[in-house]
């Protein structure tokens, strides 16, 4: 459904290629694996669309696909976390309607992609809460790498990683080799954008501040919050009907009578 919603949206759009896909098909036509200014995945992924044609769902499917694995995954969670049918139906609505993760679905940029692998490393986290197989580990290994290839983003997902474990009772894991061998195997995967940062004198650094100084600087803290609740309005309803429903149980048993449950009881 959100693949086919996706592709419909893009089939009907007046609206043609955002000037940002210009940028990685350029940087995809002259790449340079381990020197380029920012992680490269986008650049890699743009010549592998090329070779399927230049329409706008040709150039859109893989954001249409990612948006698509990331609802999957979100009901995959779901299941982890031991809810039912309806809790992972719920799970996947509420991801699929979401704008945060509508538009990055509609548009060939880097941020889809960066939920992506996210939500990747959230199933594998989900499966080691319940599973100790090492495997898990690696699965969450190649999602940071692949974020890392994708975008730089991934690292404040990696700190929560290791402040998650060590707060938690699966601390112990941290020493055993296969969380070290996670973090290894996300380096190498990731390794052409560390290596060309490195080359070209950390440019993520200049762009962040002119990012800060020529954007972010002219949206106030109140537009901000606006934006979140906006993007974020899907998860919003779901959390507060789940809110209700929880809350719901324990109103009831506080209005039965003293009466009814001494027949109750009898």
Not at 122 to 151: C, E, H, Q, S
Request: with cysteine.
């Amino acid at each position: 459904m959100t693949i086919a919603l996706h592709v419909v949206t893009n089939a009907i759009s007046p609206y043609g290629i955002h000037r940002d896909a210009f940028l990685y098909f350029a940087m995809g036509r002259h790449l340079r694996l381990f020197r380029m200014d920012f992680p490269p995945a986008i650049a890699i992924l743009a010549n592998v669309e090329r070779l399927f044609g230049d329409s706008l769902i040709v150039l859109r499917s893989a954001p249409a696909l990612a948006a698509a694995a990331i609802v999957v995954l979100a009901a995959l969670i779901a299941r982890e976390l031991g809810g039912g049918r309806r809790a992972q139906i719920l799970a996947a609505l509420t991801v699929m309607c979401t704008p945060v993760f509508m538009r990055p679905g509609s548009l060939f940029q880097p941020v889809v992609f960066d939920q992506l692998w996210w939500t990747l490393g959230l199933f594998a986290m989900a499966r080691l809460g319940n599973d100790d197989r090492p495997r898990w580990w690696i699965l969450l290994g190649v999602a940071g790498g692949l974020g890392l290839l994708t975008k730089f983003s991934i690292l404040f997902f990696g700190l929560a990683v290791l402040v998650g474990f060590a707060v938690s009772p699966k601390r112990r894991a941290l020493l055993t080799r296969w969380p070290w061998v996670a973090v290894a195997l996300a380096l190498v995967i990731g390794s052409p954008s560390v290596i060309g940062q490195i080359q070209l004198h950390f440019p993520i650094i200049a762009q962040m501040t002119d990012l800060r100084r020529t954007q972010l600087g002219h949206v106030t803290v109140s537009a901000f919050i606006a934006m979140q609740l906006l993007y974020g309005v899907g998860t919003l309803i779901a959390a507060f009907g789940a809110a209700v429903f929880l809350l719901a149980p324990a109103r009831k048993r506080q209005s039965v009578s003293p009466r009814r449950t001494a027949a109750a009881s009898r």
